[in-house]
């Protein structure tokens, strides 16, 4: 018998047919005798529609009723999961935000959970009741609603799940678990049974959409077993053994045969500019981050080319694609002040990642990569690491050819 | 400066623009130095969305989790007001059922109020905040969300006004007042200026969707004034001074020209149904309308004719249209106990009834009714009386005719 927490996004209740799905899955579990939490996000498309009314109600409003409409689209699939459950026999009742209580910090919007009360919960679980838990919301200090931020459902399952010392947290999407490399541009691509914390969260930083970064490292501190697994899997014929089902994502501790790289990422969402002749003076750096940052726009890799005549430089570095525009507007705004010869945007570049706790303890990747990257052709305009990451930059032209060609060259193309 | 309860139902806060005239609404009387609550409904058409959804979850289920699902619809506009009422610079908050909290018993689904707690909300409205309440919901004895049924929203402006002793409860609707006949009939009907809440209560249990009886009955217990007026005016041009706007449901007492009959009204919504040659003995009527209440189906009026042999007679009476294939299935089923020669349906009649609390000091308002109506050829085919109302049946066909009559003789047409 285990305590699980599972959880199901937008598309696994976008209607009453997929909500009964579901409740397929839930039923399997409680037949093996497991103790079952369930957390929900609202119908598909559901939020985006009261996010957009509070919009067109005001484009600046206070976040407290924000959080009043847009927690309101859990609560439906919530109470409705409960009555599909309840008509199969399955003692099942809802738990509001407020009812449990998820307690969070003030900050309306994207709240922080503080703290869980699990003492009734834990009763009524052992009772063999379901608990159905809409995500993605909590009650804050002053007795308001509060939520999470996007992909909030995902933290909400998470920290129940710490906070009831659940065995595993089954987060249901509509993949199978994490691969290798997208099976779009790598046939080859392998889905791995297990990853670590520390590379799901590269992973997810580098815009896997399958996990929210935030609650990958709530995972991490916690100590949260996560299985990220499909809801479009036929309910009845998975097999109680979930070795071979989905993605554990865990302590690298647990996972017996670790790889050097387990997996390459690419992100298409960075865009790059350049400065062209910026004085090459101390402080210079200051000068050109210190207003984006001002303006609160994320700068990712940065490339200062060693200056030629000792006088000039060309500063190269990335944003969010969204943020080129206001990017380039804020570096207009200084120009006299940095002294540039021109500012350049592109966005026809991606960020190619190879990702693997194993780098820590193996030398020589990075400079495999490099020069497998050159028998193909492909220039690189720029490199980041970290202890278990390199990324480069590079023309999108070759996105696919780089990716297949550092899948293959760590060893990760199926047999 | 009075404390005023505003309501307003579905087509008033159908889209954002509709909420934008509410919020235009609420703003003239914070303007003229008023504390306003605000109660409202779901969207048009989102509650029966929602209670659908319940249903195709499974037709029999848990009213606890009806309540999660249906209470969200006032939640969403309750927040979008709150936000547009701040865009235009007026305090304003939402307070959920649970927030205030508005404690009801624990019959979910058809809840009602048994207190609500004022302390703070007083406050707020005295430093000048709009409250923004959710009709329809409150919280039970077991800290669930409970509903109190269709029409609730009236109820819950009615208590709030009650616990508050609002000075006022305007109901904003989709028409202008109460009138003395249904305009679309009789072309010279006037709208009343008042009306006493034993006249509102009748004109509501006759089929009126302005008021619903039960708020009406709580406003009537707790002196809570009243005022039906449409949200369709233009929000700014309607004066200060209420008087000639809407109608005012009051205490008769403050009704100072008082008439005998205040208006008429009809209803399609009954069937009749006739036992022809029951067998005249004692105890045939409990064995008539016994298994009728068994069965949850209310009985109207009864006509019982004089037996003409002694020894059989007809009886006849109403139900409403809706519950009469059950009513003719379960004297079906006692035919045998009760022993008729035949059983009769019929849906081709109406009910007309003239109300006016002046009956009750008036003698020969009935004989004057009888006498107008045979003068035009009207047959009536069953009668029933209250202190302050007299009702008859007649053939659907005679419907306006009769109402159009009624509203000449008793001197309501305008002039």
Redesign the interface.
């Given at each position: 018998m285990a305590l699980l927490v599972m959880k199901f996004g937008g598309t696994s209740v976008a209607d009453?047919d997929r909500?009964r799905i579901v409740a397929a899955h839930v039923k399997r579990e409680i037949d093996a005798g497991n103790q079952c939490v369930v957390v929900l996000s609202a119908m598909a498309g559901q939020t985006d529609q009261?996010i957009e009314?509070?919009r067109?109600?005001?484009p600046?409003?206070?976040a407290?009723?924000?959080?009043?409409?847009v927690?309101?689209?859990e609560?439906?699939t919530?109470?409705?999961l409960?009555?599909?459950l309840?008509?199969m026999g399955i003692p099942a009742?809802?738990w509001?935000g407020?009812?449990i209580p998820i307690r969070t910090d003030d900050v309306h919007g994207t709240a922080r959970i503080v703290g869980i009360e699990t003492a009734e919960f834990k009763k009524r679980l052992s009772q063999g009741e379901v608990a159905v838990v809409p995500g993605f919301q909590g009650i804050g200090p002053e007795?308001?609603?509060t939520t999470l931020g996007r992909g909030g459902s995902d933290t909400s399952a998470v920290a129940l799940a710490a906070a009831l010392g659940a065995d595993r947290c089954d987060i249901y999407t509509d993949v199978d678990g994490i691969y290798t490399a997208d099976p779009r541009v790598v046939p080859q691509a392998r889905r791995l049974d297990k990853i670590s914390y520390e590379e799901m969260l590269e992973t997810a930083s580098l815009g896997a959409k399958v996990l929210q970064t935030r609650s990958v490292q709530l995972a991490m501190v916690h100590q949260v077993r996560l299985l990220v697994r499909s809801s479009f899997d036929p309910p009845d014929e998975v097999p109680d053994d979930v070795t071979g089902v989905g993605t554990l994502v865990c302590d690298e501790d647990e996972i017996v045969e670790q790889q050097v790289v387990s997996g390459i990422a690419y992100t298409k969402d960075e865009a790059k500019v350049t400065l062209v002749k910026v004085k090459d003076k101390p402080g210079i750096a200051a000068s050109v981050f210190g207003p984006l940052a001002k303006a609160n726009i994320n700068v990712d890799m940065i490339v200062q080319n060693v200056s030629a005549d000792g006088a000039t430089t060309d500063m190269t570095f990335t944003v969010a694609a969204v943020d080129l525009d206001r990017a380039l507007g804020v570096l207009e705004s200084v120009k006299e002040k940095i002294g540039y010869a021109e500012l350049l945007g592109a966005t026809d570049i991606v960020k190619v990642s190879a990702i693997g706790v194993g780098m820590r303890s193996h030398a020589g990747v990075a400079s495999q990569m490099f020069k497998a990257l050159a028998d193909k052709g492909i220039n690189i305009g720029a490199i980041s690491t970290s202890e278990i990451k390199i990324s480069i930059l590079i023309d999108a032209a070759y996105a696919e050819l780089a990716v297949r060609t550092l899948h293959s060259l760590y060893g990760l193309d199926s047999a």
């Open positions: 009453l909500i009261l009314w509070t067109q109600a005001a600046l409003h206070d407290r009723e924000y959080d009043v409409v927690s309101s689209g609560q439906v919530s109470g409705l409960a009555i599909i309840q008509s009742r809802s509001l407020w009812q007795n308001r609603v």
